[in-house]
């Protein structure tokens, strides 16, 4: 009679038979079991008190079917017993920094140390003793409640038509799977930055008419700024969107693909079903028959899963419990640091704003978006300006210390009111370096240029300056090396108070030699 295995039900079908009178041999016959079988399971039972006509219970058929049916441990074999001598050995090379591979480890195992086992038996040792690629238990998850939950994904489709132009870049998707129907979007974009993701998630809550309260991102740079799997920190700009939607955001751990799995296999099911085999002449066109396969066909299949429509449970159970979907995009801000110079500006996206006196030489941080921008010294706002375009700036004059507001509210004339002060020449410098279409761009030169007639004295920067112009240098750190020259060659007294002012340079001329004369003019003074 061919091995078969007995169930707890077939054990206690015959032990209520033999609790009723019949025999070994007759049990064995109409229950079908072999008669040396039925001969153990009866033994037991009168080794245990059973008695006949009595029938047992269910602890006592459990019992004596776990008794039987145990099977005493088999005797390792003499491979297993070689391998085992070698296991500490064998942990320490899975243990290395570079581990090796089994196959090298059997490799050496023979040359080296005379193993005689086969790499089958050494497959299954390490296998059961050490635990090697032994696969975890799959555990299935219920679905989150609904409206609880979205899962994100980027995937790569293909390429398609960049405007009118006809050259081609390459598109992807940002698939948008609300975990409890299944119901998804797809917006194609040809970036994966923050920005891009924010107006495709704002485009899936106005699509789906409703915002969930939870996002499972993967580690995506637009969100995640530094992955980790206990406290993952998001970048500044989708933080900020993140609190405007009120939307709290759970990124998956790395290559733990699992943790989203209701999105992670939709990207290749996009790319088969709605991407492969058609033809977008833009983007825009892409957008909008993506939008229209989402509601049309991926909608209204029958999920493999649930075995069920995902825009019929999406309209009737998860698209109530949605909050409300944002009535315009979010404008998403620029998020940076920025040093406060002397005089009293930051530059953000190429443009300058002014910031009070007590934060100079500090670092701050700075929010830009659309309209505003805003100062923060940690936690605290110093300071918001309008947004202003790249070239121009935004100073408010109560940022300068008490006297010096007139630096902020005419600072090209007060510079060159203050270098003509200094000389003629000086002041003629400093409109030369001030010229141009933005003269505040080179104010810190001008300042520069100030400081060397307080350091050196209005005579020796005159006399520098005028020799400059004469050889049309512009450059106010040349004219401060040769002061610092020239002030190293000087020897004053010990009773000057003061600087004393430099003699013309050598071969400097008068202005009279520089103007432009008429021709014979000379001749005709003469």
């Known amino acids: 009679m061919s091995y078969r295995e007995l169930s707890v039900i077939d054990v206690r079908e015959m032990l209520r038979r033999w609790a009723a009178g019949h025999s070994d041999r007759k049990i064995a016959r109409e229950t079908g079991t072999d008669r040396k079988t039925v001969v153990r399971y009866t033994q037991l039972a009168k080794e245990l008190g059973l008695t006949r006509g009595v029938q047992p219970s269910d602890d006592e058929v459990h019992e004596i079917a776990q008794r039987v049916q145990s099977r005493p441990l088999v005797e390792p074999s003499a491979e297993w017993l070689e391998i085992m001598r070698y296991k500490a050995q064998i942990e320490a090379w899975f243990e290395a920094p570079r581990p090796l591979r089994l196959t090298k480890i059997h490799k050496l195992l023979t040359q080296d140390y005379g193993l005689t086992a086969s790499y089958a038996t050494l497959r299954r040792f390490v296998q059961q003793e050490l635990g090697w690629h032994k696969r975890a238990p799959t555990i299935r998850l219920d679905d989150p409640p609904a409206g609880e939950q979205a899962q994100i994904d980027f995937g790569k489709m293909g390429v398609i038509p960049d405007g009118s132009d006809g050259r081609h870049r390459v598109l992807w998707v940002l698939v948008v799977t609300l975990a409890h129907s299944r119901y998804q979007f797809v917006w194609p974009s040809f970036t994966q930055t923050t920005e891009a993701v924010c107006e495709a998630l704002d485009r899936a809550w106005q699509f789906f008419g409703g915002t969930p309260k939870v996002i ?3 580690n995506m740079k637009a969100i995640v700024a530094q992955p980790d799997e206990l406290s993952p920190k998001l970048t ?13 955001v759970d990124p998956a751990r790395i290559r733990s693909p699992k943790d989203k799995a209701r999105v992670e296999n939709q990207v290749a099911y996009v790319r088969e079903s709605w991407f492969d085999g058609e033809a977008f002449a833009n983007i825009a066109e892409a957008r909008e028959s993506a939008a229209r396969w989402c509601r049309d066909v991926a909608g209204m299949r029958v999920h493999g899963t649930t075995r069920k429509v995902p825009r019929e449970v999406f309209e009737t159970h998860e698209k109530p419990t949605l909050r409300p979907a944002p009535s315009e995009l979010f404008d998403v801000p620029i998020w940076t640091e920025a040093k406060v110079h ?5 530059q953000v996206a190429k443009a300058l704003y002014s910031v009070p006196t007590k934060y100079l030489h500090k670092t701050v941080r700075v929010r830009a978006d659309r309209t505003t921008v805003k100062v923060y010294f940690g936690s605290e706002l110093i300071k918001m300006h ?9 100073t408010d004059p109560n940022d300068y210390p008490v006297g010096k507001a007139a ?3 005419s600072s090209i004339d007060t510079i060159l009111v203050k270098a003509k002060e200094k000389g003629a020449h000086v002041g003629i410098y400093a409109e030369r370096v001030l010229s141009g279409p933005l003269p505040w761009a080179r104010m810190r030169q001008a ?3 100030l400081r060397l007639c307080d350091k050196y004295g209005d005579g020796r920067v005159e006399a520098v300056c005028q020799s400059a112009l004469a050889f049309d240098v512009i450059d106010v750190a040349r004219i401060g090396r040769m002061l610092k020259t020239a002030a190293k060659l000087a020897t004053p007294t010990p009773r000057e108070a003061k600087v004393v002012q430099l003699t013309l340079p ?3 001329r008068a202005e009279d030699h520089f103007r432009t004369q008429r021709k014979g003019s000379s001749q005709e003074e003469a």
Do not use: E, M, N, T
Request: charged share 30%; no cysteine; proline share 10%.
């Open 447 to 449: 300042y520069a240029l």
């Open 386 to 394: 309008p947004r202003k375009a790249p070239g121009q700036r935004s």
């Open 342 to 346: 002397p005089d009293h500006h930051i």
């Open 506 to 508: 050598r071969f400097a």
């Open 407 to 409: 630096y902020a509210r």
């Open 216 to 218: 499972v991102p993967d």
């Open 236 to 248: 500044d700009a989708f933080l900020d969107y993140a609190q405007a939607r009120d939307i709290f």
